[in-house]
């Protein structure tokens, strides 16, 4: 039976209980199904499940029920993405990618623009738009296999956060004009939403657009814009009636940033990179025609995209290829005369994370079921963004901590071929100590963990 990281066995977790136990190989289909009526399934005491990674069965949640089962055509859908992804896949980028190295914009539109020409961009999107009709299964199979090959991420900013919106509430000519430049990566698009001062509490934000004729003037700046130095575009909150309730008086907008009086400067982070700015705006016209929706309800369409952006921070996928680097460098460290994955301790850690990460892995299946039934994704995200990240920086953790001084290093060091000395980072090794850093953001960016737990006590605990 073929797993989710590749291997050929099943996965009996019993939360709270035993731990996870490794079976032999189990049925391909018909497995035992999958049933609870838990809403966290984190709680792990409360939680008891049979789940084989990447055959996932059946798995009931109030009125929502999804069968994972894969049928025959499922399995032969497995094969032609893995075959495809083997074909096409640059071995030097998949090689980047796992290292943990610092991407740069042509990383990610090279396979951007492969998945483009295979028409496999987008697969989550319409048909009428340039997606896929896959179901449910199908994208489950996709994102696995491309964590089982060290894809690179795309750019989430144009593809999951403001198609989602120009689709529901943008006009007919915005549909036309810029669905198709994200689906072929003619446009990159950043985020304009935070400000200095407006991160948390977003709302108190004071970039201001005046309504001038055809067109608005905006005034203002932006702060932590992720890839505003690679965008053609931004969407843009600004305050456009200054004397309204904070949002009530909030337009979204989508702004060329080639037009005039828009100034994009670096910020360097922790780990050495550049992917953050600031941009400042400073007398900038905007059609009017490039506000999304109604003047005054930015407000609305800001949190349908933040819970799309949510769900996309869990970052499922990027984690089961985290783990499988952990492992790999697990294998081959030393530790007690052995080698570190043969370590008690640190196997129980490991095992830990990786339960976390499975339950996690129903979680968002079963958001995007809730999505596949058309209903939007609810404040569930918020749960998925906390749960998700934590997962993560326990991973860049345990990596670094196995590394030891080998990782200390920031970037991947050019090795002089002349030196009479071993690399300073060994093959296994890669990004530890920047990754590691730089993962510390993952608490904070797409609303901090601690904003998404007084959402998760309003709007789903109703506290
Ligand atoms: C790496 C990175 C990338 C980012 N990319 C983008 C981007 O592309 N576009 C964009 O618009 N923004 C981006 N951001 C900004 C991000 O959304 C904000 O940093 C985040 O919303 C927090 O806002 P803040 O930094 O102003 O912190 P503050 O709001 O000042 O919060 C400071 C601390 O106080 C806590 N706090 C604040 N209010 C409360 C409260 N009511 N209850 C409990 N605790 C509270 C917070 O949790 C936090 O720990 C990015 C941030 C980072 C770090």
Known sequence: MTSAFGGQRSIQLSYGCVGPRVLDDGPRRNSPAFSSGCHILWIK?????????????????????????????????????????????????????????????EDIATWHDILYQKGWVAPGWPVEHGGKDWTLTQRHIFQSESARAWTPPLSPFGLAMVAPVIMNFGSDEQKAHYLPRILSGEDLWCQGYSEPGSGSDLASLRTKAEGQGDHYLVNGQKIWT????????IFLLVRTDPDSKPQEGISFLLVDMKTPGITVRPIITIDGAHSLNEVFFEDVRVPKENRVGEEGMGWTYAKFLLG????????????????????????????????????????????????????????????????????????????????????????????????????????????????????????????????????????????????????????????
């Open 45 to 105: 005491s409360s939680v008891a499940f049979v789940a084989d990674l990447g055959n996932i069965t059946e798995f009931n949640n109030e009125d929502i029920t999804m069968d994972l089962a894969y049928t025959d055509d499922e399995l032969a859908f497995q094969d032609e993405v893995r075959s495809f992804i083997g074909q096409n896949l640059p071995a030097e980028l998949a090689a980047k990618v796992k290292s943990g190295a610092h991407l740069e914009k």
């Open 226 to 233: 992720t890839e505003a130095h690679w965008a053609d575009m």
């Open 308 to 463: 799309n952006e949510r769900t996309g921070i869990a970052g499922v996928k990027r984690s089961k290829m985290r783990v499988e680097r952990l492992k790999e460098i697990a294998r081959t460290e030393p530790a007690g005369g052995g080698r570190l994955i043969e370590d008690a301790s640190f196997r129980r850690r490991l095992a830990e994370v990786e339960m976390d990460l499975l339950a996690l892995e129903y979680t968002e299946l079963r958001g995007l079921s809730r999505e596949n039934s058309g209903r939007g994704p609810g404040p569930e995200s918020s749960l998925l963004k906390i749960k998700g990240t934590e997962i993560q920086q326990a991973l860049t953790q345990l990596t670094y901590e196995a590394m030891g001084y080998q990782g200390l290093p920031y970037g991947l060091p050019e090795t002089d071929p002349s030196a009479n000395l071993p690399p300073i980072i060994p093959e296994h090794g890669g990004v530890t100590t920047g990754d590691h850093l730089y993962m510390r953001a993952a608490s904070i960016y797409g609303g901090s963990n601690e904003i998404q737990r007084n959402i998760i006590a309003k709007a789903v605990l109703g506290l």
